[in-house]
């Protein structure tokens, strides 16, 4: 069963910064409990303690990137519920992954404490101070295969969650929810949404013929913006709960909407408002993702593609989704409008553009001029031609 693991996942063993050969790990103590938060102050060098259970695949991926030698974490990287990639994706990558079990790391550790890692054991100048569990590939490989094994179960209360939650958000089907009025226009227009998913800035890449040949309006999701200037691209619009977008993204010149939740309680309005940022409102049960896609076809959207959506069990299990009631519901109303980034990126073909014929226009002029300069009866019916322009003219 790993070796199936391994296909999956293959390997990318490093020593990262910190490490020492002997497996010992010296690093900067850094803490945050909301790991897409504490990614954005992580530097190599830096030992991460988070608070995460289930490790999804994006938390891992963010962690790979800042180069942290080691993470440090307060809950269970995976519980077994179902299969997430993340602690794998950690381990194989070179990175150390602990999962405490002895002390609490929130309490005995501060930022910038030199930590010493060896194994499970963490120590602050010679003094051991908390344990945990080293997690390793070959376990984490067989708990995965394991996982996979049982899924159903997870398949089964994710369902039932969904059917609970469906009356709770018939809004979204029967468009009962009041959007706000934009500047930027939607109808008629394709309209890309960018979500912060796993590839998004790969397709985001994959799709650039698209986007320099249609212009469609962008629509990024929260942290989704980030990707959207990673990428060279400016977002018209920003909508979300405000707190995976960059400072520098929301101060980018796109519209501001925060999304809410159906009784008007916005937590991410106050970081607009300290920032003095106009924005505006739309409360609305379901995830960020489903209100941008909804709100683009009640604007009369004429194609909505989706750039690091989630679309199938795994994904949104892995970002603690108990069920998927307002993403059915807003399939279910989207309906053909909706297509995704590897769709399009596969089926676009786009046009040769101005910029071949020009480049053979300027070569055939070029050899043109080269072969009546050569020719000198070409050279004088090319002197005859341009004295009658003259006299034509008046010149």
Same mark, same amino acid.
């Given at each position: ?22 497996? $010992? ?73 602990? @999962? ?36 390793? *590939? ?18 089964? $209360? ?28 939607? !109808? ?5 949404? *960018? ?51 960059? @400072? ?16 008007? !309680? ?24 489903? *209100? ?26 892995? !970002? ?76």
């Amino acid at each position: 069963m790993a070796t199936a693991s391994r296909r999956r996942f293959p390997a990318l063993l490093s020593r990262r910064n910190g490490a020492s050969a002997d497996g $010992e790990i010296q690093g900067t103590v850094k803490l945050g409990r909301r790991t897409k938060d504490l990614v954005k102050r992580l530097g190599p060098g830096d030992v991460a303690v988070i608070d995460h259970v289930n490790i999804d695949r994006i938390a891992a991926e963010e962690l790979i990137a800042t180069g942290v030698p080691a993470v440090l974490n307060a809950a269970a990287s995976s519980d077994g519920r179902y299969p997430n990639a993340g602690p794998l994706l950690l381990v194989r990558a070179g990175v150390a992954l602990v @999962d405490v079990s002895e002390g609490d790391p929130f309490e005995l550790l501060r930022d910038g404490d030199s930590a010493r890692l060896t194994g499970g054991v963490v120590s602050i100048g010679g003094r051991e101070v908390l344990r945990g569990h080293a997690l390793g *590939v070959d376990e984490l490989e067989r708990r995965f295969d394991e996982q996979r094994e049982r899924v159903d179960e997870a398949l089964a $209360e994710f369902a039932e969650n969904t059917i609970a939650h469906v009356r709770q958000e018939t809004d979204l089907l029967t468009g009962g929810i009041e959007f706000p009025p934009t500047r930027t226009s939607f !109808r008629d227009r394709h309209v890309l949404i *960018v979500i912060r998913g796993e590839r998004h800035l790969h397709d985001l890449k994959a799709l650039r013929a698209y986007i320099r040949d249609v212009h469609p309006v962008i629509v990024a999701v929260d942290g989704g913006a980030n990707g959207v200037l990673a990428a060279g691209l400016k977002p018209d619009l920003i909508l979300g709960d405000m707190d995976s977008a960059s @400072d520098e993204a929301l101060r980018c010149g796109g519209e501001l909407i925060v999304h809410a939740y159906p009784d008007g !309680r916005a937590p991410g309005r106050e970081r607009l408002l300290r920032m003095g940022l106009e924005h505006t409102l739309v409360p609305s049960a379901g995830t960020s993702e489903d *209100v941008a896609m909804l709100m683009a076809y009640e604007k009369g959207a004429d194609l909505i593609v989706s750039v690091g959506a989630h679309f199938n069990l795994i994904e949104f299990l892995e !970002r603690n989704r108990g069920g998927m009631s307002s993403t059915f519901l807003t399939r279910l109303r989207i309906g053909e409008k909706l297509v995704d980034a590897k769709g399009v990126s596969r089926l676009y073909n786009p046009g040769s553009g101005l910029g071949p014929i020009a480049l053979v226009l300027v070569a055939f002029t070029i050899l043109l001029a080269i072969v009546v300069i050569v020719s000198p009866a070409l050279n004088d019916l090319a002197e005859l031609f341009w004295l009658k322009v003259k006299i034509w003219l008046g010149l």
